[in-house]
């Protein structure tokens, strides 16, 4: 099977824009977390879906949004990017939401804002 | 709220020695347990999980056991190699009783590990 895939791998984008990012789970996963990986702040939790609804939301700002569209996919968006936005975005699926599933995460997402 | 707590790092080792990686936790409900494994330029991988009380997660020679009475889940090796440096992540998942159970990680701050020849 196909892992977890992220695109774009790489993002450089100036403070004030927009940026989308994309996640596709693993084939039969129907459940999609997002966490942002800083050096500073370790690894916290941005959202959690699963069929197409949010379960759960991490302490971010409003300019944090997601969504999970029927094939299980997902997009995160950040708007009006600040430099603190600066950060690796790892995407994980899991079969279903339960807390003893397995989270299977991508790559990543490395965005740094100029 | 629920946490984690790793112990600090970096860590170094030679070849072949004995590892240890604290991790305790609080959680408010019942927790199911985690160590990820992150290589530079990757994203994280399992490397082993427990579920419930005195279960023992084990994986390519990595153990660790679920002590519900001192709220611990240490990460132990025997041996470990080179190929073993890396970052190691606690993490824990909560289902709160008779209600829902989330999937959503909780993790603990990292631990660096190299592993010298």
């Known amino acids: 099977k196909a892992g977890v895939t992220q695109t774009p791998r790489y993002l450089i984008k100036t403070r004030g824009q927009q940026v989308t990012l994309s996640c596709s789970p693993i084939?039969?996963?129907?459940?999609v977390s997002w966490y942002q990986q800083t050096p500073g702040q370790g690894l916290q939790f941005l959202f959690e879906?699963?069929?197409?609804?949010?379960?759960n939301k991490g302490n971010f700002p409003g300019r944090f949004s997601g969504r999970q569209f029927s094939n299980s996919r997902s997009e995160m968006n950040v708007s009006t990017l600040e430099l603190g936005d600066s950060a690796l975005y790892l995407c994980a699926s899991s079969p279903t939401v339960s807390s003893t599933d397995t989270q299977y995460f991508g790559p990543g997402t490395r965005l740094t804002v100029l | 709220g629920n946490s984690v707590t790793q112990m600090e790092g970096p860590v170094t080792l030679s070849e072949e020695a004995f590892l240890t990686i604290n991790c305790t936790y609080t959680a408010t409900g019942y927790p199911s347990l985690f160590w990820y494994v992150q290589y530079p330029g990757e994203g994280l991988q399992l490397l082993l999980k427990?579920?419930?009380?005195?279960d023992k997660g084990s994986n390519k020679g990595f153990e660790a056991t679920y002590r519900k009475e001192t709220t611990s889940f240490h990460l132990e090796k025997g041996s470990v190699q080179v190929s073993d440096s890396a970052v190691y992540f606690c993490?824990?998942?909560?289902?709160?009783?008779?209600?829902?159970?989330?999937?959503?990680?909780?993790f603990g701050q990292g631990t660096i590990l190299t592993v010298h020849p």
């Open positions: 427990a579920t419930k009380a005195d």
């Open positions: 879906y699963f069929s197409e609804t949010q379960r």
């Open positions: 993490a824990l998942s909560d289902r709160i009783a008779g209600g829902t159970s989330y999937g959503k990680l909780t």
């Open positions: 084939s039969g996963h129907r459940s």
